[in-house]
């Protein structure tokens, strides 16, 4: 192999930057320029890149955060946009960036996880992480605990107004976790990457109670990525302001902590985005669903 430079952390530098989003352009056909460019990329994220020249070739990035798992907090690391430029494959670019990762991070950080595709489902294990299976959680409408009339006006967010953006970036740093079954805290860089480009035609905003909420209505499935608030949610608020008259069935990309026996809970068994841990665990509990909105 060509004895590559190792750089990271260059948030700052133009050149390293550009190449970077040029190579999540042409792997995964992502565009961070919009989300490092209104000030989005802080120190949490940070990427370990080998270049060749000023060309960044191969990355493994992580992003620091705390987890919470039962009411406990720990430390984490977040492994992602892992990606190798076509040209520049089957050196074991990717490997050498994991293993640096791994030595850097492990004894500092209490865990370290990623969620991969089915393409590269063996080649993680080779770096100590154990899979783990994660559960999806639904409702139906007719379930809701406290079905009333009385609702609260929402406002749709648009991340290109100012007052908007300040309001998402405000909340993002200030949220509490979506649930204490299982949630994250101080990843407001990746939950401004959702806002931004993910889901900008998707966020509202509930003033009553101060609430922003990620969801859409898909025919009769309302489909609510997040609930973004600096209090513990009311669950029987938000979800009866923004049920419609179509909504039959209600899904979470989250473990809503929402005390209601008919809440619907069964294991993934099929997914695009595999969790992969290390140390290897047990994830504490037996129905969880890590936020969409933390994945990186």
């Given at each position: 192999m060509t004895d590559y430079q190792l750089v990271s952390?260059?948030?700052?530098?133009?050149?390293?930057?550009?190449?970077?989003?040029?190579?999540?352009?042409?792997?995964?056909?992502?565009?961070?320029?919009?989300?490092?460019?209104k000030g989005c990329w802080n120190d949490n994220y940070i990427c370990y890149s080998y270049v060749d020249g000023d060309k960044v070739i191969a990355n493994a990035s992580i992003n620091k955060m705390q987890f919470v798992s039962n009411g406990k907090e720990y430390t984490a690391i977040q492994v992602g946009t892992v990606m190798t430029h076509p040209d520049y494959r089957n050196q074991g670019l990717s490997g050498k960036l994991m293993n640096h990762i791994i030595k850097k991070y492990e004894q500092e950080f209490d865990i370290i996880y990623l969620f991969a595709n089915e393409s590269v489902l063996d080649f993680y294990p080779r770096f100590g992480f154990g899979t783990v299976q994660e559960s999806s959680f639904s409702l139906n409408k007719s379930d809701l605990k406290a079905q009333t009339a009385t609702t609260h006006s929402i406002r749709m967010l648009d991340t290109d107004n100012t007052v908007d953006f300040r309001m998402m970036e405000q909340f993002a740093v200030e949220r509490t976790p979506v649930s204490s079954i299982m949630g994250v805290k101080n990843n407001e860089h990746l939950l401004m990457f959702y806002f931004i480009l993910a889901f900008n035609d998707a966020i509202y905003y509930i003033e009553d109670v101060d609430t922003i909420v990620i969801?859409?209505?898909?025919?009769?499935?309302?489909?609510?990525?997040?609930?973004?608030?600096?209090?513990?949610?009311?669950?029987?608020?938000?979800?009866?302001?923004?049920?419609?008259?179509?909504?039959?069935?209600?899904?979470?990309?989250?473990?809503?902590?929402?005390?209601?026996?008919?809440?619907?809970?069964?294991?993934?068994?099929?997914?695009?985005?595999?969790?992969?841990?290390?140390?290897?665990?047990?994830?504490?509990?037996?129905?969880?669903?890590?936020?969409?909105?933390?994945?990186?």
């Open positions: 952390d260059y948030k700052d530098i133009e050149t390293y930057k550009e190449s970077f989003n040029e190579l999540a352009k042409i792997v995964f056909g992502l565009d961070f320029k919009k989300w490092y460019e969801f859409k209505q898909d025919d009769k499935h309302l489909h609510i990525f997040d609930i973004i608030s600096k209090q513990k949610v009311d669950y029987d608020i938000i979800l009866n302001s923004i049920v419609s008259a179509d909504t039959e069935i209600i899904h979470f990309y989250f473990t809503p902590d929402y005390d209601n026996e008919n809440l619907q809970t069964e294991f993934i068994t099929e997914s695009d985005d595999t969790l992969f841990v290390r140390p290897t665990c047990d994830g504490g509990t037996k129905h969880f669903l890590i936020p969409l909105t933390s994945h990186s």
